[in-house]
């Protein structure tokens, strides 16, 4: 036969159970979802282009900030000579009102508020999602002649970094594709 003393352990154990696993659903539950992401990956990719081989040294850096989160990635083109080209690129974006979607913010208003850039201006609109293991991250352009070009990376998590699948589509049609394994090297 159990003894009360017994019983009422028992029910203060299985309590302090319960309590901690609501405090780590919780803490889980408030936990910025980009950390999983959070690190610095390089890797490379070779595509054709009017006939030639281009190779491009692709590096990314992840990073969650107070408010959400920074993307910064630099691509590097090799010219003919052997010196490296390289064009780097920073975005912050902070959580919307949709869960899972984030607005860039690249310019800070006239209140020294950040916000997106303006595509009637020739500047790009951004935005960014998380659903699952992928982090995606949209461009839209619209040129002077109102077509438009749509980029699109999706940033995918695998084992040892991240699986890049990048896409242009200008004006409905699909112009280039490419994929990429991007090591994680720190983070």
Do not use: C
Request: glycine content about 10%; cysteine-free; proline content about 3%.
């Amino acid at each position: 036969m159990i003894s009360v003393y017994e019983r009422k352990r028992f029910r203060l154990v299985a309590m302090v159970g319960m309590v901690m696993t609501l405090v780590m659903a919780a803490q889980m539950a408030f936990a910025n979802p980009i950390d999983r992401f959070s690190g610095t990956y390089t890797g490379s990719v070779s595509f054709e282009s009017e006939g030639k081989t281009i190779q491009r040294d692709l590096n990314v850096k992840i990073a969650p900030t107070k408010a959400g989160f920074t993307v910064d990635w630099t691509t590097g083109t090799y010219r003919a000579d052997g010196t490296l080209k390289a064009k780097s690129y920073s975005v912050e974006f902070q959580p919307s009102e949709r869960d899972g979607v984030y607005g860039a913010a690249m310019k800070n208003n006239v209140f020294g508020k950040a916000v997106p850039l303006d595509p009637m201006k020739g500047e790009p609109y951004v935005w960014g999602r998380i659903e699952g293991d992928t982090l995606t991250v949209f461009s839209l352009y619209v040129y002077d002649d109102g077509e438009y070009e749509i980029q699109q990376f999706d940033r995918t998590l695998v084992e040892g970094g991240l699986e890049l699948k990048f896409k242009s589509m200008r004006d409905g049609h699909v112009h280039r594709e490419l994929g990429a394994y991007l090591e994680r090297i720190e983070g």
